[in-house]
Nanobody
C-alpha cells in the first residue's frame, strides 16, 4: 500500500505563488509516474502536471509556463511550484502516484486564489 500526504495549500492573492509538496510512504519501491490533479465542485478532476521517474514532464495547457513539477526520487516526493496564480487556479489539488498500474491518491489540499 502507498500513502500520499500533501501540504502547502492555502490562500494567495492573484499573481502570487505557492509550492505544494507530496510525500509518499509505504510500498514506495514500485512507484513510477507521479503527478498533480485538481478539482473544483461540480467538475471532473483534471490533470495539472505529471512527472515520470526519469523526470519527463507533462503539463496541462492552462498551467504551462506558470507551474513547475519536480520530484525527489530519494525521498519519493513530488512538488508543484505554482507562480502567477489566477483565480481560476482555485481548486483542491491532489497528489497521485502510479504503482504497477494502480493509481494512489492523496487526501487533497485546498488552494484558493483571491484578493
Amino acid at each position: 500500500q502507498v500513502q500520499l500526504v500533501e501540504s502547502g495549500g492555502g490562500l494567495v492573492q492573484p499573481g502570487g505563488s505557492l509550492r505544494l509538496s507530496c510525500a509518499a510512504s509505504g510500498n514506495i519501491f514500485s512507484i513510477s509516474t507521479m503527478g498533480w490533479y485538481r478539482q473544483v465542485p461540480g467538475k471532473q478532476r483534471e490533470l495539472v502536471a505529471t512527472i515520470t521517474s526519469g523526470t519527463n514532464t507533462n503539463y496541462a495547457d492552462s498551467v504551462k509556463g506558470r507551474f513547475t513539477i519536480s520530484r525527489d526520487n530519494a525521498k519519493i516526493a513530488v512538488y508543484l511550484q505554482m507562480n502567477s496564480l489566477k483565480p481560476e487556479d482555485t481548486a483542491v489539488y491532489y497528489c497521485n502516484a502510479e504503482e504497477l498500474g494502480y493509481l494512489h491518491w492523496g487526501q487533497g489540499t485546498q488552494v484558493t486564489v483571491s484578493s
